[in-house]
């Protein structure tokens, strides 16, 4: 069985992976693909740099995520043009890592905030939607990134809405709690998928 986890920003779909890694099972992450590529993948690095220039880079010639971060911001065009370049080796991988566990029979969890952006939804037999309050997800990020509450909102604001990513879904796990009870219910749930698979 290959499911997919998604959700907005800070919503805790790293924290839901982790509970199914500590269970044993296999775990890939899209933003960890995605550094991957960008570190190491010089065509993605070439296309970045004919995009977004220099200022998206150190001066050593690596990859400035920060910087290429603030370019895409604010600008829904220049975001997408970073998709573009992004999502087809993300995917590619995702695929090669998916067709192995297939052929293989082994369960496999995919993590990818832009699941359904990328149409990466489509390759999985199950799709997790992890869900919670726009004041947790402001409250979590400012945490996370020292920003202020508006930057956090204008980075919420800017991702697929909430209700529309659950429209997709086949579970929508609330992670309103505490962290404990969110870990408990991912249990529960990834146990119920094993046992039903």
Known sequence: ??????????????????????????????????????????????????????????LGGALNRGALAALVFADEARRKDLEKILHPPILELTQVNIDAARLNGQHLVVVAPLMIEAGAHQSVDRLWVIACSNEQQVRRLVQRTGDTAEAAQRWIDAQMPLDEKKSYADTVLSNDGTIEEFKALVAREWNTLVETD
């Open 1 to 58: 069985m290959i499911l997919g986890i998604t959700g907005g920003i800070c919503s805790g779909k790293s924290t839901a992976a982790d509970v199914i890694a500590r269970l044993g099972y296999r775990v890939i992450d899209a933003d960890e693909i995605s550094r991957f590529i960008t570190s190491y993948h010089p065509q993605v690095l070439s296309e970045i740099h004919q995009a977004f220039g220099r200022e998206a880079f150190y």
